[in-house]
């Protein structure tokens, strides 16, 4: 399937079942963990692409060394989101050194972009989601949650997985407020008193804080 780039710089071709990766990764240790499970290639200048799937969408990798070294990863993440023919999936590392980064860059990436988040915690935790992610480009769109229009509403286990990130919810609380509350903005526009009747006052309070401190 061919593709343009971003900037215009012509098309990329991805076979089913494939994935193009930047040149950058190239003896990478996420790169080392895909091969022989998936089928890579690698182009030169991607940018702003780490990743390109086999269908209209890519994969945007910030490190920990990005989180770290402050929000230069923004514009990387606009570019996609702005673009009119690729869904972007931005995976981001959240360890114990860019733990204290990671709320801001999911604030700015679900909340400002309405895009697609997925935490992990290594590259080998990310190559194996990577290798998923490629296993379901082959499915039948309908089938594969992780294709979806722009703006559309986050895929379910992303969903669940950025629920669970925020303040007070936790794996035990997330899947009680989705079933009350079906999506980001329903969850974001939800009064202290609404989540209180689901995850009691103190944790009410800590989700509320947390969508209004990001607005």
Known sequence: MERSLPDGKGPIYVPLGHIVA??????????????????LAFEDDLMP?????????????????????????????VRIRNSSHLQGIVLVEKTQMSEQYFPAAQKFT??????????????????SLIIQLVHDQTKEPSKN??????????????LLQTVQQIPGVGKVKAPLL??????IQHLSNASTQELERVVGQAAAQRIHEFFTQSR
């Open 145 to 158: 949650p992780f294709l979806r229009k722009k703006r559309a509403q986050l895929s379910e286990p992303s």
């Open 178 to 183: 989705l079933q009350e509350f079906p999506s």
């Open 110 to 127: 679900v909340l400002d972009l309405g895009m697609v988040l997925l935490p992990v915690s290594s590259q080998m935790e990310a190559a």
């Open 49 to 77: 692409v780490d990743f390109y799937l086999s269908n209209r969408s890519c994969i945007l990798y910030v490190t920990e060394a990005d989180l770290v070294a402050g929000n230069g990863y923004r514009k990387r993440l």
């Open 22 to 39: 930047s040149e950058r990764w190239r003896g990478s240790q996420l790169a080392q963990e895909m091969q022989g499970k998936i089928k």
